[in-house]
């Protein structure tokens, strides 16, 4: 009998520990004239990564924006997220955030608030206001 | 032990405190323009200086900001733009006394050469602006290190500029890097913001650095100790009588 139904879109298998690639959560904040969102970012973030390292530097990097969080400001618009590297690369990621300014013409500033290696640790760290949750 | 951050180079705009001290500065020296300043009545009377007393411990240079109860160390400072050699020594015995922190615009050769062997002068700014090379060269750093004048980088002037361009700008970075391993005459990294859209945090300008052959450490000292020998030296300058020889009281 075939068990095999095709549900869509079909999952890889997770690699085993000792092939995964070793990562880390980089906790960001974005200082923007227009509110920003997760796809924003995204293409953000590959954008001057191509422009910094070129298609096969970015490559390497193994980039991901993973989620992104709004902050309450009065005269900016401010987000917060979380974005994941491989383990050696956290200082070239690191050095692309400073080289993106605008977005559609409109001035952005990103800049890191911490690094850690779990997502928990890094939102509980990095993301969360005090006493607030979000 | 904790590294407290200068940026050297930045323009006054109000909550440009807070900003900086989110992002990890410990202090700032806002630049006003030596043209802003002919043309001004009275140096003192400024936006930033009324903003600066309003909050300020005059003896120590501190701002307190109250919401983040954290403190700040700001400094005046001036930039200089000369035309040649005869003005820029007009301008620089004109406003030695009333910075704190004493700039030279580059990009002309002669302007370069001129500022880097004047001991009053602190730091010679972008001495590759408007220009395909670096502006710079070992007989300037030979100078530059003997008499004390730090080379600004400007991570401003990178980030203004298109991606066609940028390749270049990080060429002439490259080149004042490598003569700051050879001659080791100070370097300070610097944003130039005029909005919190202009400033970066010190730690990612540390990986920046990378991208144009400085290590982390010295590129950590230019964002930490040089600034601050810097504001130091000049706290004393008015001691100084000859170099190596101070007056005390």
């Keep these: ?134 | 032990m904790k590294m407290m951050f200068y940026d050297l180079h930045v323009h006054y705009y109000p909550g440009i405190d807070e900003d900086a001290v989110k992002m990890g500065y410990s202090g700032l020296v806002f630049v006003k323009s030596s043209e802003e300043l002919s043309t001004a009545d009275n140096v003192e009377n400024s936006e930033a200086d009324n903003a600066k007393n309003s909050k300020v411990n005059n003896t120590e240079n501190i701002l307190i900001s109250s919401e983040t109860h954290y403190s700040l160390s700001v400094f005046k400072g001036i930039e200089i733009k000369a035309k040649n050699q005869e003005d820029l020594k007009r301008k620089v015995k004109k406003f030695r006394k009333k910075a704190e922190v004493l700039l030279v615009q580059g990009g002309d050769l002669k302007i370069n050469r001129a500022a880097v062997e004047d001991a009053r002068v602190d730091i010679l700014s972008n001495p590759y602006y408007g220009r395909r090379d670096s502006g710079f060269n070992h007989v300037l750093a030979r100078e530059a290190a003997r008499n004390n004048v730090a080379v600004e980088i400007n991570v401003g002037y990178f980030l203004k500029n298109h991606n066609h361009r940028r390749g270049k700008i990080l060429a002439q970075f490259r080149e004042l890097s490598k003569l700051k391993s050879k001659y080791n005459f100070p370097l300070v990294i610097t944003s130039g913001a005029h909005s919190v859209y202009g400033l970066r945090s010190p730690h990612d300008l540390m990986e920046l650095a990378a991208c144009f052959g400085m290590d982390k450490k010295t590129a950590g000292f230019a964002l930490s100790e040089v600034p601050k020998t810097i504001i130091k030296h000049n706290q004393i300058r008015n001691q100084i009588i000859v170099s190596g020889v101070r007056f005390f009281k």
Excluded at chain 1, 7 to 19: C, D, E, N, S, V
Excluded at chain 1, 69 to 89: A, E, F, L, V, Y
Excluded at chain 1, 117 to 127: E, L, M, P
């Design chain 1, 1 to 134: 009998m075939n068990k095999n139904k095709s549900k869509g879109p079909q999952k890889l298998k997770i690699l085993p520990t000792h092939l995964r690639e070793k990562k880390r959560y980089l906790a960001f904040e974005a200082i923007s004239q227009i509110p920003l969102n997760r796809e924003d970012v995204i293409s953000l973030l590959w954008d001057g990564a191509n422009d910094l390292y070129g298609a096969c530097g970015t490559s390497k990097l193994e980039l991901w924006v993973l989620k992104v969080w709004k902050c309450p400001s009065t005269q900016h618009n401010i987000i917060r997220g979380i974005i994941r590297c491989k383990r050696g690369s956290l200082g070239e990621v690191r050095s692309i955030l400073p080289t993106i300014t605008s977005f559609h013409g409109k001035s952005v500033v990103f800049y890191t608030r911490g690094i850690s290696g779990t997502i928990n640790s890094a939102v509980k760290k990095f993301i969360i206001l005090k006493g607030q949750e979000e």
